[in-house]
C-alpha cells in the first residue's frame, strides 16, 4: 500500500486474496468437471464457490477494520465498519425482497 | 456445452482487458454474454457482475499492483459505492430491460467522452519531500523510474463518482470504468494509482449487487464459474502487461473499448 504506516496489513491482504481465489477456483473448477460429467453434485459444490468467490473482498474489510481498529486508524477503520454494515444491510434487503 | 467454452474465452479476454486498465472487465463482458450468447440482460449482468469479484481479487494479489493501491482512499470511497450499489438494487429490480440497457449505454458514453477530454493528463509530483495530505501518496514510477508523490483533490467529485460507481455497478459492471477516470482526470490521482485502488474496491462493490442476483437465483452457476475461471486466468495476463505499458495508451484503449461498447447499445436501445 502506498503509506507505509499501514504496516503489514498491505501484506495481510495479499495473502489472503491470493488464498481466496485459490479456494474458490479449485471448487469452480471441480463444480465444472461434474457439470460436465452430470453428477447432481454439480451444483452445490457450484454454489458453494461462487460464495466463496463472494467472501473474498467481504473478508478483505473485515481483515482491514480488525487492522485499523487495533492500530487506532480512525478513518480506516470507521470506513471499513460503514461498508461492513451497508454490505450486511443490502444482504439482508436482498434476502427480504427475493 | 459451447455456451461454457466460449463464455470461458469470454471471460478470459475480459479479465486480460479488465487488469489491464483497472476495470472489472464486466464493460466487455455484459454485451458478450447479452449479444454474442443471447442470455437475457439480467442474467449477463448477474454473470458479469461475479467475475468482476475475481478480476479484482486476482489483480490486487499481484504485488506490482499491491504497491501501488492508496487503501485509506480507497476506503472512504468503498462506503458511497457500497451505498450506491444498494440504491441500485432497490431501483434495478424494477427496471425494464429497454431502460436497463439506456442506462447502461448512457453510462458509457458520459465515461468515454470524459476520458477522452483528459488524455494527457498526468498527476504525479517528482517531488517527493511535499506533505501529501491524508489521502495522497508516494510510489515508484514505471514510466520515469523515480520514487514520485500525488495529491489528492476535489474530494466530493471522488466521492459522486464512486456513488453512481456503486449504482451502476448493478449493471453487471464494477465501476472501475467510471471511477478510475474520475479519479485521473479530476482528482489529482495518477492513472497507475487510480487503477489499482479501484480494482480492489470493485470486488466490494461487486459484492452487494452480486448477492441480490445470487439469492433471486439470475446468476447461471455453470457459466459463472466458466466466466471467473476464465477472469481468473486472463487477469494475470493482463496485470503482467499492465506493469510495462505507457499511461496514454491504457487510456487510449479504455476510450476505444467504451466508445466501442456504448455505441453497440445505444443500436440496441434504437432497435
Known amino acids: ?98 | 456445452m459451447l455456451d461454457v467454452g466460449w463464455t470461458a474465452l469470454g471471460g478470459a479476454t475480459a479479465g486480460c482487458l479488465g487488469a489491464l486498465l483497472g476495470i472489472g472487465g464486466g464493460v466487455l463482458l455484459v454485451p458478450f454474454l447479452n449479444i454474442g450468447l443471447r442470455l437475457p440482460v439480467q442474467s449477463a449482468f448477474a454473470v458479469s457482475l461475479v467475475t468482476v469479484i475475481a478480476t479484482s481479487s486476482v489483480t490486487s494479489a499481484s504485488r506490482s499492483r499491491a504497491g501501488l493501491v492508496n487503501l485509506r482512499l480507497g476506503m472512504m470511497l468503498e462506503i458511497f459505492t457500497t451505498v450506491g450499489g444498494l440504491t441500485g438494487i432497490l431501483f434495478v429490480n424494477h427496471m425494464s430491460e429497454r431502460m436497463l440497457v439506456g442506462t447502461f449505454a448512457a453510462t458509457l458514453t458520459g465515461i468515454a467522452v470524459v476520458t477522452l477530454m483528459r488524455i494527457d493528463r498526468r498527476n504525479v509530483l517528482r517531488d517527493t519531500t511535499i506533505d501529501v495530505g491524508l489521502l495522497g501518496g508516494r510510489y515508484r514510477d514505471v514510466e520515469c523510474g523515480e520514487l514520485v508523490s500525488y495529491r489528492v483533490r476535489h474530494v466530493p467529485a471522488a466521492l459522486g463518482a464512486s456513488f453512481v460507481a456503486g449504482f451502476v455497478s448493478n449493471l453487471g459492471i464494477g465501476g472501475g470504468v467510471l471511477k478510475v477516470p474520475v479519479l485521473n482526470g479530476w482528482c489529482g490521482v495518477p492513472i497507475r494509482v487510480a487503477a489499482a485502488t479501484s480494482a480492489l474496491m470493485i470486488g466490494a462493490t461487486a459484492v452487494v449487487g452480486s448477492v441480490n442476483y445470487f439469492i433471486r437465483g439470475e446468476i447461471i452457476p455453470h457459466l459463472a464459474a466458466a466466466a471467473a475461471l476464465g477472469v481468473i486466468a486472463g487477469s494475470r495476463v493482463g496485470t503482467a502487461i499492465a506493469a510495462r505499458s505507457r499511461a496514454k495508451h491504457l487510456k487510449g484503449l479504455l476510450v476505444v473499448i467504451l466508445a466501442g461498447v456504448a455505441l453497440t447499445y445505444w443500436i440496441k436501445v434504437a432497435g
Not at chain 1, 40 to 48: G, M, S, T
Open chain 1, 1 to 98: 500500500m502506498t503509506r507505509s504506516d499501514l504496516g503489514d496489513l498491505g501484506n495481510r491482504i495479499l495473502a489472503l486474496l491470493r488464498a481466496g481465489v485459490a479456494l474458490s477456483a479449485s471448487m469452480l473448477g471441480l463444480g465444472l468437471i461434474l457439470w460436465f460429467a452430470g453428477t447432481p453434485a454439480a451444483q452445490p459444490v457450484l454454489a458453494a464457490g461462487l460464495v466463496s468467490l463472494m467472501v473474498i473482498p467481504v473478508a478483505r474489510i473485515v481483515v482491514s477494520f480488525v487492522d485499523s481498529v487495533r492500530r487506532r486508524d480512525t478513518l480506516l477503520g470507521w470506513s471499513t465498519g460503514i461498508v461492513l454494515s451497508i454490505m450486511i444491510l443490502s444482504v439482508l434487503y436482498s434476502w427480504r425482497a427475493r
